[in-house]
């Protein structure tokens, strides 16, 4: 059974950071293309971030977080992040891991990811 549990989420004020983790289980962690979602009240799930499976390293962004969001994961601790640097009222939302099944690159679009943690949310006040 596969389990994805973010943490990490909470209260910060404008300018301010945040770190989120998502420990995975259940998956061949090193293998699974990993992403970061949310959807913010009344608005559909988005894209945030992404990062590939093993090997080089690749990351992707949306161009709303670029410059302030860092995705990385640890294989060996079957364990993804997303540091979120100079937080605005407009990153307020619900924050999702999720992950694809193995593939070469990143992977952008939702629809091909399997598996979803329940979401942590983030709320930035300014």
């Known amino acids: 059974q596969v389990q994805l549990i973010e943490s990490g989420g909470g209260l910060v004020q404008a300018g301010g950071s945040l770190s989120l983790s998502c420990a995975a289980s259940g998956l061949r962690f090193s293998r699974a293309a990993m992403g970061w979602f949310r959807q913010a009240p009344g608005k559909e799930r988005e894209f945030v971030a992404a990062a590939a499976s093993w090997g080089g390293g690749t990351t992707d962004y949306a161009d709303s977080v670029k410059g302030r969001f860092t995705i990385s994961r640890d294989n060996a601790k079957n364990t993804l992040y997303l540091q979120m640097n100079s937080l605005q009222p407009e990153d307020t939302a619900v924050y999702y891991c999720?992950?694809?099944?193995?593939?070469?690159?990143?992977?952008?679009?939702?629809?091909?990811?399997?598996?979803w943690g329940q979401g942590t949310q983030v709320t930035v006040s300014s």
């Open positions: 999720a992950a694809a099944g193995a593939r070469g690159g990143v992977v952008l679009d939702l629809n091909e990811y399997t598996y």
